[in-house]
């Protein structure tokens, strides 16, 4: 009796657990739990893959480098005839004797991986081509992938999609599904913004007009201010001339939020660096007083306020005419950080919710009309234990639903599928138990001798062909692609809960017939 009422108090609570995870599914007004996260095949949603251009990663690398390399010679006081960048190489161009030597040294000492492809040296003059070697290209490659992957999955949790699907595809390409998604366009936007934020200075010698029309020196390059009127939608271009090299990047941002004007009462975004790049922020000010500072965001000019003083605190504000909605997206792509390189969309799918409902029918149809054959079959070829075994399918079901709500796990179309094969699965372990309690019966022992041995021979039997479906499903989540993850995800809740259902619950219901009720008679 006291095994019984622990099997009882089991059953009882696991029902209880249950119903409380599927009631915000039921009605969401009812418990603040999540409801069951439908996937993109039932719900609607976006398809995106995307390819890293991770050349344009090894480029940004070499720019740095040329920069680092322009820098160092000016601290070293080395003369550079010549230094620029094609693509993912730098030519650099010395004269002199003792500059050469200096130029030398200075590469052993501050650019070891760097590599001289070509040399052309002379007495005095010493021509020299310099890259990557291919397994450092290797290795920005993957990195360049990788954050990318990181960066986007943090700026799609920041914007709030109910369990995307983000994963790596191939060498360079991401994939990304967002079930629900409504404004396609927006979120396209924010998943594709490299957000790479520079602060650089004007180059206020240089009409931008005139640059407009014969270009910009060498340290300089042409950047536009676009501002669009919200009554008439249409937009104004202001060109800014701006030195080449970046003050400061967003590299050392911490945190970037909304804030509201009060002067003018519109959205602006307020970011602040950490300690390192406050210093920086406030030498850069302190050094630049009444010249202007351009705050560019993927070559364009946000804002260009004159520095009045320097600015210590390592706090500063983008501002633009921004709606709070651009200014709300800008915060969440400059929190989750830049892209290391721009990202391209090969392909791009949007499925429409009433083609997740229609599918949500047929499989709901599916499922009720699968349940109804198992029904009438189990009841018609064994009876009372028949109805028994039903009951425990209708329990398994609700488990099934529970624990996808429970561990928030995606619903697919496969994932229905899963829940159907279940259903067949669940009461197979049933078949064999009724089949060993025949055999006992036929033995001449009584009915609650030949359940529990029926239950004792049998148990051995399901506990192996279940463990090793199992098995199959948690090789199916862990390696396989988004549909096989539904499908997985629902067999392994399946398996699960048949084992519960098949060897605890219906025990337990023959055990109070049995030892409660008294019954002399065992229907199967």
């Known amino acids: 009796m006291k095994h019984l009422s622990f099997k009882l108090f089991l059953v009882l609570a696991v029902l209880i657990a249950a119903i409380i995870y599927l009631l915000p599914t039921l009605n969401s007004g009812i418990w603040p739990h999540k409801k069951i996260n439908l996937g993109l095949d039932l719900q609607g949603g976006m398809h995106l893959v995307l390819e890293v251009d991770t050349e344009k990663a090894v480029e940004s690398t070499m720019e740095s480098a040329l920069q680092e390399i322009r820098e160092q010679a000016r601290t070293d006081r080395i003369p550079l005839a010549g230094l620029s960048r094609t693509r993912s190489a730098l030519h650099v161009v010395v004269n002199g004797a003792e500059p050469i030597q200096n130029f030398r040294k200075m590469l052993d000492e501050n650019f070891p991986d760097l590599r001289a492809v070509s040399r052309d040296e002379g007495a005095d003059r010493l021509e020299m081509t310099l890259d990557l070697p291919e397994r450092e290209v290797e290795n920005i490659h993957q990195f360049a992938v990788d954050q990318a992957l990181e960066t986007i999955r943090n700026r799609i949790d920041e914007f709030g999609v109910s369990e995307p699907d983000i994963r790596r595809q191939g060498e360079s390409r991401i994939l990304v599904q967002l079930p629900g998604i409504k404004d396609t366009k927006r979120a396209k936007d924010l998943i594709g913004k490299t957000a790479q934020l520079e602060f650089k200075l004007l180059d206020e010698d240089v009409d931008p007009a005139a640059a407009e029309a014969k270009g910009t020196p060498p340290d300089a390059e042409l950047l ?107 915060a969440i792509v ?121 239950y004792d021979r049998a148990t051995l039997t399901i506990l192996d062909a279940n463990v090793t479906t199992l098995i199959a499903a948690l090789v199916l989540f862990q390696f396989g692609t988004g549909p096989v993850k539904g499908f997985a995800v629902t067999l392994s809740l399946g398996v699960i809960s048949s084992l519960f259902t098949a060897l605890i619950m219906t025990r337990l219901i023959f055990d109070y017939l049995l030892v409660n009720r008294r019954m002399k008679v065992l229907s199967i």
């Open 334 to 454: 400059l929190r989750a950080g830049a892209l290391p390189a721009p990202v391209n969309i090969l392909e791009e799918r949007t499925v429409g919710p009433s083609l997740g409902a229609d599918s949500i029918r047929k499989g709901i149809m599916s499922m009720i009309v699968g349940g109804i054959l198992v029904v009438i079959f189990m009841v018609i070829y064994y009876r009372t234990a028949g109805l028994i075994a039903d009951l425990a399918l209708a329990f398994n079901i609700l488990l099934i639903a529970a624990g996808l709500a429970a561990f928030q796990a995606t619903l697919t179309m496969p994932g229905i599928a899963g829940i159907i094969l279940t259903i067949g699965m669940a009461v197979d372990a049933n078949v064999l138990i009724f089949e060993r309690i025949r055999e006992e019966l036929g033995l001449g022992k009584t009915p609650f001798a030949a359940v529990a041995a029926g």
């Open 224 to 330: 536009y201010q676009v501002r669009v009127d919200p009554e008439t939608n249409r937009s104004a271009r202001t060109p800014y001339v701006v030195k080449k090299r970046a003050l400061l990047t967003g590299t050392y941002l911490t945190d970037a939020r909304v804030q509201i004007d009060s002067q003018f009462n519109e959205p602006y975004v307020s970011i602040k660096f950490d300690r390192q790049g406050a210093r920086i922020f406030e030498r850069v000010t302190g050094e630049n007083v009444k010249k202007r500072l351009a705050i560019v965001l993927d070559d364009r000019v946000y804002s260009a306020p004159v520095i009045q003083e320097r600015i210590a605190g390592g706090e500063a504000r983008i501002t633009g005419n921004f709606t709070t909605e651009e200014a709300r997206d800008l």
